[in-house]
């Protein structure tokens, strides 16, 4: 057999499709040209010896894409209310990593679940930043406290201390109680109401945890900072990257 390596196409006219056992096609606005089949096929990964790391690999990828996708649900309450392209190949990068951390499972079968058995893989999420910009802590420049059971609060804050933006006349804070069953997918979430400061507010903010419903899995909280302007009495959200945060800040 004849091997007839990718080449570029120059012609007059572009083919597109199988001709003479060539397969035509543009990539990156380039004509290509290579020979038709290759690869692997279906019937070959799931039968040859010498693609069981492929299969193996395959297995668990796809575990950890429906933990991406159901995880994603439990927080669509946040997610939605702003717009991150990254986000859902992060999450993907993020759960593998975890996923790797599964030390009981043997490999093929190493899950997302396992991994959050360990206290690296809980440490991996619980420092998570799910928006790709800024860190609350890099927002407030003050100390933030968390407790599932009794909620959030910054002590003594001080709106001076803010990094507000221009055109921002306000921060707003909510937090978010997910939990989320990691071997079923099953979850449920609870979230506060917006709270509002200026630059000019001081004291100690709270956000008190809301009366969850009893739920097997493990408990995320997540806090949901945006810059807004108040035109009228209604908050209008600031869009760029550095003025929305969303981030874990507590895996239990």
């Known amino acids: 057999m004849i091997y007839i390596p990718m080449a570029k196409v120059k012609s007059l ?5 199988t001709l003479g056992g ?7 606005g380039v004509a290509v040209v290579r020979t038709a089949g290759g690869g692997f096929n279906g019937k070959a990964i799931r039968t040859q010896p010498s693609m069981v790391r492929v299969r193996e690999n395959g297995n668990e990828f796809k575990g950890c894409m429906q933990t991406v996708r159901f995880f994603k649900q439990g927080l669509n309450p946040f997610l939605n209310t702003f717009k991150d392209g990254t986000l859902h190949q992060r999450l993907v990068s993020l759960f593998t990593k975890i996923k ?8 093929g079968e190493r899950s997302v679940h396992g991994g959050m058995q360990t206290a690296a893989g809980r ?3 619980e420092t998570y930043l799910l928006t790709s910009g800024i860190r609350l802590n ?13 909620g959030l609060s910054v002590p003594d804050f001080d709106g001076g201390l803010v990094s507000f933006p221009g055109g921002a006349s306000h921060l707003t804070l909510r937090v978010g109680w997910l939990t989320f069953d990691f071997g079923s997918y099953a979850f449920s979430f609870g979230g506060s109401a917006v709270l509002a400061v200026s630059a000019t507010d001081k004291g100690t ?3 008190p945890a809301p009366i969850l419903n009893p739920a097997n899995g493990v408990q995320v909280g997540v806090v949901l900072a945006r810059f807004v302007q108040e035109v009228n009495g209604v908050f209008y959200p600031l869009k760029k990257e550095q003025e929305v945060v969303l981030e874990v800040i507590y895996v239990g």
């Open 100 to 107: 790797d951390l599964d030390a009981v499972a043997i490999r």
């Open 205 to 207: 903010l709270v956000i």
């Open 123 to 125: 440490q991996l999420l």
């Open 138 to 150: 890099g927002l407030l420049h003050q100390r933030v406290v968390f407790d599932w059971a009794v």
């Open 13 to 17: 006219f572009e083919l597109t499709g």
């Open 22 to 28: 060539l397969n035509f096609y543009t990539r990156k």
